[in-house]
């Protein structure tokens, strides 16, 4: 499929050209993180100002999984409790964490009116599958199991995230259908990973091969996989699951220029047919992990407010 860019996309993906940083897939682990660290510092808007901020310890059996509590000025109360959005970040299971996403839960919380909980899960190579989809929902439970506590109302509590964050919220809400979580109010899958078959045409098109490589999704895959075993589980392929009906409604959004654009793409058709709400929102001229560069582009600011609304309009 032809990927034009839009101006603006385009503008910034010569600078990354022209910076001539190393791949991701030529660095270690611990490099490519601090690298993706400082590249937030060029592409993060201005984190909008909120009411509070809290560190969280969620308790797990290896310890505990620091996250991130977030109340924006304007809150959505019935009875004094809120909704909430328990938020994945990406990075291919290897890279990011609390502070790459922190604007993006900041106006996650902002535009949505509701709390927002950041998880920081357990990354690969140190910690392989399932170790990342143990985490996400262990901290999904625990959030609805002290949501008094927290301030939220625990029939309101959404789930989504970013790239592998938006597979790690594909699976949250799979695992929450089949018993093994909480009851769910939506899910949002921004340009998610939910099929490491990848075997959709958007994997090997050279349009789509721009900040995600083609080079760099198999890099992920092979610090984050234990084999190709893993690639059949639906724990890991969301898209694998026997069935998708029963899931909560679902925002899903694509970008033009992903190498996951048509598995996002049949992930929404998919639920969809299996008669799930879907509201799907395709970005032609925008590129993988657009929605985290909101100082170049404005059409991460349009995504935010977009998703926004859908929360607003869930209750």
């Known amino acids: 499929m032809p990927v034009v860019l839009d101006p603006d996309a385009a503008a910034v993906y010569q600078a990354f050209l022209e910076?001539?940083?190393p791949p991701y897939e030529t660095l270690t682990a611990a490099e490519a993180r601090a690298?993706?660290?400082r590249a937030r510092f060029a592409t993060n808007p201005e984190p909008p100002e909120l009411a509070r901020i809290e560190a969280l310890a969620i308790p797990a059996p290896h310890g505990t999984i620091p996250a991130r509590l977030y109340v924006p000025m304007r809150l959505r109360q019935r009875d004094?409790?809120?909704?909430?959005?328990?938020?994945?970040?990406?990075?291919g299971w290897v890279i990011g964490d609390l502070d790459t996403h922190d604007v993006a839960a900041r106006k996650l919380a902002v535009e949505g009116e509701l709390i927002v909980i950041s998880v920081d899960y357990r990354l690969a190579p140190e910690h392989k599958f399932p170790a990342a989809v143990d985490d996400a929902i262990g901290a999904t439970h625990w959030v609805a199991a002290n949501a008094s506590a927290l301030g939220i109302d625990a029939s309101r509590i959404c789930v989504g995230g970013d790239s592998a964050g938006g597979n790690l919220a594909a699976v949250v809400a799979i695992a929450a259908r089949d018993g093994k979580g909480v009851g769910l109010a939506g899910q949002v899958l921004i340009y998610p990973a939910v099929d490491f078959a990848m075997t959709h045409a958007s994997h090997s098109e050279p349009e789509t091969s721009l900040l995600l490589t083609h080079s760099v999704i198999?890099?992920?895959?092979?610090?984050?996989?234990?084999?190709?075993?893993?690639?059949?589980?639906?724990?890991?392929?969301p898209a694998r699951a026997t069935?998708?009906?029963?899931?909560?409604p679902a925002y899903v959004l694509t970008a033009g220029g992903d190498p996951l654009r048509d598995e996002g793409d049949d992930y929404a058709q998919r639920l969809k047919a299996a008669g799930v709400p879907v509201a799907?929102?395709?970005?032609?001229?925008?590129?993988?992990?657009?929605f985290t560069m909101g100082k170049l582009l404005p059409q991460a600011d349009v995504a935010a407010a977009e998703i926004g609304a859908w929360l607003r309009e869930l209750g």
Do not use: E
């Open 218 to 237: 198999r890099w992920f895959r092979d610090h984050y996989l234990n084999g190709t075993a893993d690639t059949r589980d639906w724990r890991a392929s």
């Open 280 to 290: 799907y929102r395709h970005f032609p001229g925008q590129f993988h992990g657009f």
């Open 19 to 21: 910076a001539n940083r």
């Open 80 to 91: 004094g409790l809120a909704p909430a959005f328990v938020f994945f970040h990406g990075g």
């Open 243 to 248: 069935t998708l009906a029963g899931l909560p």
């Open 35 to 37: 690298d993706y660290s």
